[in-house]
């Protein structure tokens, strides 16, 4: 049983270049979430999908960001333009939809780590 | 608006010992709860959890305890290893966000020798 990947583990970019990192979830997960780190903090959420479909997005996803989970398996989370602001550690997490609306234990990748320099 | 909070960011505990991680939580929705421990340069790794009906929950060396009157868990290491030196997140999620996890900012344990 492979885990949640992401690729590429290390991006560094130069301000107002565009970025995509890529997440493969665990097989048969059908949610797959974002999230974003920063030095110090807690992971905070981004967005998730539940197989293909978005169904919701944080206030800290900007107009600059989208992700996409066109055939219900891997995702993709674009940075356009990116900002000094951006860097951060971006993690993929995968989990199963069960019955129960909450109670899923959510699995992380390894996160991909970005420099806007 | 902090609503899993961990006070403690940082823990020192002597090998052998017990290592006692504590998190309280305000959103009195939140009905499952996850810790999480994280190495440098790696994503999160989910250690242990419990549902808000059950007041502990035991997987080896590690217990979480949850006091709901209190919006209070903690998590037990028994016996604590030089390996578990890393960063534990506390986690929760609540009925109706699709397991939509908020965050406290970690506690960072160092077991000694």
């Known amino acids: 049983d492979t885990g949640v990947s992401q690729d590429p583990r290390h991006k560094i970019t130069k301000r107002g270049q565009n970025v995509t990192f890529r997440c493969d979830p665990i097989s048969e997960h059908n949610r797959l979430y974002w999230y974003r780190q920063t030095l110090g903090q807690g992971p905070e959420f981004l967005t998730y999908f539940q197989n293909e479909a978005q169904l919701e997005k944080s206030r800290l996803l900007s107009d600059r960001f989208s992700a996409e989970r066109p055939k219900g398996s891997f995702s993709t989370l674009e940075i356009q333009r990116t900002e000094q602001g951006d860097s951060a550690m971006y993690l993929c997490?995968?989990?199963?939809?069960?019955?129960?609306?909450?109670?899923?234990?959510?699995?992380f990748g390894e996160g991909s780590w970005l420099t806007v320099v | 608006d902090q609503q899993v909070k961990q006070n403690s960011p940082s823990l020192s505990v002597q090998e052998g010992r017990i290592s006692i991680l504590n998190c309280d939580y305000t959103n009195s929705m939140f009905d499952y709860f996850l810790w999480y421990k994280k190495y440098p340069a790696e994503g999160p790794t989910f250690l242990i959890s419990i549902s808000s009906i059950k007041d502990k929950n035991e997987d080896g060396r590690f217990t979480v305890f949850l006091n709901k009157s209190a919006k209070h868990l903690s998590l037990h290491i028994v016996p604590s290893q030089p390996g578990d030196s890393a960063v534990y997140f506390c986690a929760a999620s609540g009925t109706g966000t699709a397991s939509k996890l908020t965050f406290g900012t970690g506690t960072r344990l160092q077991v000694t020798l």
């Open positions: 997490a995968s989990s199963r939809a069960l019955l129960q609306v909450s109670g899923n234990t959510i699995y």
